[in-house]
């Protein structure tokens, strides 16, 4: 018997396996139950669809937003073509409203310095000068209305002793270059054409302006040519006395009318009553009532 335990004892420490790992029937024999608990299908289905709905609420909501930026743009937009244009217009009308008075201004200046000159041929003189200033930017219109002012008083015809001739006296060596430059053939009358002389003065101008800084120059060489316009620069004495004269005139002349028109020049409201080739008017409604018709004579020549 004691063999017996003490060999049991021995087979209990010869075996290495751990106790624990040792399965024993009875365990193994028993039954293992796993629930896995599943929701129903109707709800994953309608989560699925509140979150497209949400989805497609968010796509359209930015795609409204889209437009609406759009819209806001399309509207800047035309706001600002329209602000252009009322832009446009106001200062076509300002530009426009200027030039006639300015236009209208310089005919009485010329119908002032020459009273034998009618309105029609005045306001014809001062158009004929403003387009040429307006092709040509560096001539300024008062600048040519002074030049012509005191050159010739606005006679086309006058002719001075060195030959010069026409409203800006040109002399003729000078003139057939401006003629043929400016695309116009060249004939002894040519430069009593008022717009062939006016338009031939204002290149004339135009180049000396490229040429000189300063108008001083300008008039010393259009007065003078540029042998005189050197003298003039140098201040020698052999300096024409005629353009020691003439300079300072024409700058004056031109300041004197830049002020006035700065200030606004004031236009009669009926100027009619300066041009010397009205007719007189005749009464008719006397006339038919049996009285001797009562005729309105013409005012004279230079009457103002």
Known sequence: MIRNEQ????????????RALIA???????????VIRQGSAWQS?????????????????????RGIDGQRQEATAAMAGVERRVQQLESGIAFDSKRRRLLL?????????????????????????????????????LFLLAIGVVESGYDPQARS?????????IRPSTGRLLLRA????????ALYDPEKNTH?????????????SDPQMVLAEYNGGPLNAGYFRAGVG?????????????????????????????????????????EGKTLVGAAAAGSPPSTVPSRAKGAR
Request: hydrophobic letters at 40%; proline letters at 7%; one cysteine or more.
């Open 24 to 34: 024993h029937p009875r365990e193994e024999s028993e039954p293992r139950t796993i």
């Open 45 to 65: 289905l309608a989560f699925l669809c509140i979150c497209l709905l949400l989805l497609a609420v968010v796509m359209m909501g930015h795609q409204a937003l």
């Open 161 to 169: 002793h060195a030959d010069a001739r026409g409203l800006y006296q």
């Open 182 to 189: 400016l695309g116009w053939e060249y004939d002894d009358a």
């Open 238 to 278: 052999q300096l024409a006395a005629e353009t020691r004269d003439y300079v300072p005139r024409v700058l004056e002349r031109h300041e004197r009318l830049k002020a006035e028109f700065e200030k606004g020049t004031e236009l009669p409201s009926d100027p009619t009553y300066r041009s010397i080739q009205r």
């Open 200 to 212: 031939a003065a204002a290149l004339y101008l135009d180049i000396l302006f490229s040429t000189y």
């Open 105 to 141: 201004g310089m005919r009485n200046h010329i119908m002032k310095a020459n009273p034998r000159v009618s309105l029609i041929d005045a306001y014809r003189y001062a158009e004929i000068a403003l387009q040429a200033s307006e092709k040509y930017p560096a001539v300024d219109p």
């Open 7 to 18: 060999a049991g004892r021995s087979s209990d420490f010869s075996d290495p396996r751990p």
